[in-house]
């Protein structure tokens, strides 16, 4: 199984929840230097609980599953002010 297909396999793990809430989340792209790109969509983009979303779930859920993953980034959020 390759890097991309081992990300989204993580994601899957945590998709129904943000599913229920209205959003989801997109692999934009993973970089040469293991650092994978998303996109939040639906309810997940304009959720002003997005960023600990991302932090505590869908962040957490990528580094456990595919330790070689050096950051976790969405290319559609702003960090908390």
Not at 23 to 42: F, H, M, N, P, Q
Not at 53 to 62: R, V, W
């Amino acid at each position: 199984m390759d890097i991309t297909q081992q990300v989204e396999q993580a994601l899957e793990t945590i998709r129904p929840y943000l599913i229920a809430d209205g959003g989801d989340v997109a692999i934009e792209e993973i970089t040469s230097d293991k650092v994978v790109r998303l996109k939040l969509l639906g309810n997940c983009g304009t959720c002003k609980m997005s960023f600990m979303t991302m932090k505590a779930g869908i962040e957490q859920a990528i580094l456990k599953a595919v330790p070689e993953i050096t950051a976790v980034e969405a290319i559609n959020l702003s960090e908390p002010v």
